[in-house]
């Protein structure tokens, strides 16, 4: 009983010392110039760019997503590998689940965030 009880603790110390190192790691990655390339009534394509100012590479899941007046349009998931000091630009579709947007509707708000 005690190799059991000792056997989940170490688990979950394992996740929370994980957890608290992407958030360190997050810290060495900068996203920059976020913008809309394309943008269409049923999706859009968003070009961003992470530079990694860390001396080592970084692994990570980005989650982009777009809203029209706080409503979430879509999104999409990405795993991107981030070389040591280097910037890598992103250029990714995302079609719209929630609506369809309208001649005079256009996107507000786009946000891309690191997944835990």
């Known amino acids: 009983m005690f190799i059991w009880v000792l056997l989940v603790a170490a688990a979950m110390f394992g996740f929370l010392q994980t957890k608290y190192c992407h958030k360190q790691l997050d810290k060495y990655l900068e996203v920059q110039e976020i913008k809309i390339e394309t943008e269409a ?62 001649d005079n509707e256009q996107i507000d708000e786009i946000s891309v965030r690191f997944y835990d």
């Open 41 to 102: 009534p049923t999706y859009c394509q968003v070009y961003f760019e992470v530079e990694n100012k860390a001396s080592f590479e970084i692994k990570r899941r980005v989650i982009i997503r777009v809203y029209h007046k706080n409503l979430e349009l879509g999104s999409k998931m990405i795993y991107g590998v981030f070389g040591a000091g280097r910037t890598k630009g992103f250029l990714t579709t995302i079609e719209f689940q929630e609506k369809v947007l309208k």
